[in-house]
């Protein structure tokens, strides 16, 4: 062996790889490291497919096993009866249909006008926080700090805000000279009115985050080619703006309306469902038949009905917004 031989740096032998192992073995013809065992990935998704079916798979199954029962969980015996309670919700002269089908009527006026609102205000908001100006970042603050609130604190806070008699959005109409004693949360209109406002608030700084995250993805380079080719500001909206949000805007569509049709704790807490149960949501006639009325059975039924609708109208937005060819 010569000096050069034997001042070199020893060599690595490469050798073809096999299922499971890597292609570098050192002198010798040991093997190279292993790769990663097939469970290691389910190792790590435990700990969520754990919490997931905790949470989420068994009361799902469990709900579905109410629902199919005369569920009263203050009596010993919970027979079984079918699909009896959800036959009951579609029929007429039945005591849970009535109730079932106003609150539901209730739940669609909600959704109906809090929906388009809260698509088209949080993306004028955000379309002004995307800009450059002086005090853009307390402008982002103030419009998404209301949404870190509880819907408690907001309800109560816009009850005492609206009050017919002692609430200051009363006393400053009149002030301007306009109607001083508005019925805000006992009539209707006007609790509609109330409930859709301060619902849109309280929530469109979420909205308008998401809306921002989603700007900021669109490349500028199609805002500069479409000046290029003489787009006004409209015309840039309309073919740039719009198109690259087109994920966004069904994500956002998506959650508002489940989230507006989930709505309970502004009417709980600022109207009590009045006047009488119109303004009562379809979310609070399943609390009242089910913890109050103890017929948890007819409450687990309207809940899937409830679910069933959403997942049609989920359904229809992903095909609203998919994309065309």
Same mark, same amino acid.
């Given at each position: 062996?010569?000096?050069?031989?034997?001042?070199?740096?020893?060599?690595?032998?490469?050798?073809?790889?096999? *299922?499971?192992?890597?292609?570098?073995?050192?002198?010798?013809?040991? %093997?190279g490291?292993?790769?990663? *065992?097939?469970?290691?990935?389910?190792?790590?998704?435990?700990?969520?497919?754990?919490?997931?079916?905790?949470?989420?798979?068994?009361?799902?199954?469990? =709900?579905?096993?109410?629902?199919?029962?005369?569920?009263?969980?203050?009596?010993?015996?919970?027979?079984?009866?079918?699909?009896?309670?959800?036959?009951?919700?579609? %029929?007429?002269?039945?005591?849970?249909? $009535?109730?079932?089908? %106003?609150?539901?009527?209730?739940?669609?006026?909600?959704?109906?006008?809090?929906?388009?609102?809260?698509?088209?205000?949080?993306?004028?908001?955000?379309?002004?926080?995307?800009?450059?100006f002086?005090?853009?970042?307390?402008?982002?603050?103030?419009?998404?700090?209301?949404?870190?609130?509880?819907?408690?604190?907001?309800?109560?806070?816009?009850?005492?805000?609206?009050?017919?008699?002692? =609430?200051?959005?009363?006393?400053?109409?009149?002030?301007?000279?306009?109607?001083?004693?508005?019925?805000?949360?006992?009539?209707?209109?006007?609790?509609?009115?109330?409930?859709? $406002?301060?619902?849109?608030?309280?929530?469109?700084?979420?909205?308008a985050?998401?809306?921002?995250?989603? !700007?900021?993805?669109?490349?500028?380079?199609?805002?500069?080619?479409?000046?290029?080719?003489?787009?006004? *500001?409209?015309? /840039?909206?309309?073919?740039?703006?719009?198109?690259?949000?087109?994920?966004?805007?069904?994500?956002? %569509?998506?959650?508002?309306i489940?989230?507006?049709?989930?709505m309970?704790?502004?009417?709980?807490?600022?109207?009590?469902?009045q006047?009488?149960?119109?303004?009562?949501?379809?979310?609070?006639?399943?609390?009242?038949?089910?913890?109050?009325?103890?017929?948890?059975?007819? *409450?687990?039924?309207?809940?899937?009905? !409830?679910?069933?609708?959403?997942?049609?109208? /989920?359904?229809?937005?992903?095909?609203?917004?998919?994309?065309?060819?």
């Amino acid at each position: 062996m010569t000096a050069s031989e034997a001042n070199a740096p020893e060599r690595l032998e490469v050798v073809p790889a096999r *299922a499971g192992t890597s292609g570098v073995a050192g002198r010798g013809g040991r %093997t190279g490291v292993r790769e990663s *065992a097939p469970y290691t990935p389910w190792l790590f998704l435990t700990p969520y497919l754990v919490l997931f079916i905790g949470f989420v798979i068994v009361p799902v199954i469990y =709900g579905l096993w109410i629902s199919l029962h005369d569920y009263d969980y203050t009596l010993p015996g919970k027979p079984f009866v079918g699909i009896d309670n959800y036959v009951n919700l579609f %029929t007429s002269d039945s005591v849970s249909a $009535g109730p079932f089908w %106003t609150s539901m009527r209730a739940t669609g006026i909600f959704t109906l006008f809090s929906v388009p609102l809260l698509l088209v205000v949080p993306l004028g908001v955000a379309l002004v926080m995307h800009q450059r100006f002086p005090g853009r970042n307390i402008f982002r603050a103030v419009y998404f700090a209301p949404y870190v609130l509880g819907v408690a604190v907001v309800a109560v806070l816009w009850r005492f805000l609206l009050d017919r008699n002692i =609430g200051v959005v009363n006393h400053y109409l009149g002030v301007i000279g306009l109607p001083d004693q508005t019925p805000w949360l006992t009539s209707i209109p006007e609790a509609w009115v109330a409930l859709v $406002g301060v619902t849109v608030w309280w929530t469109l700084g979420f909205n308008a985050v998401i809306y921002l995250a989603g !700007l900021q993805d669109i490349p500028g380079e199609l805002y500069e080619a479409a000046k290029i080719d003489g787009a006004n *500001a409209w015309q /840039s909206f309309r073919h740039v703006t719009l198109p690259g949000l087109r994920p966004v805007l069904s994500f956002v %569509t998506m959650i508002t309306i489940i989230a507006s049709a989930n709505m309970f704790g502004q009417s709980f807490l600022m109207t009590q469902g009045q006047p009488g149960t119109q303004t009562r949501t379809v979310i609070y006639q399943i609390a009242e038949t089910g913890l109050r009325g103890f017929n948890m059975g007819d *409450a687990a039924a309207m809940s899937y009905v !409830l679910t069933f609708v959403l997942m049609l109208l /989920s359904v229809g937005v992903f095909r609203l917004f998919q994309e065309r060819s």
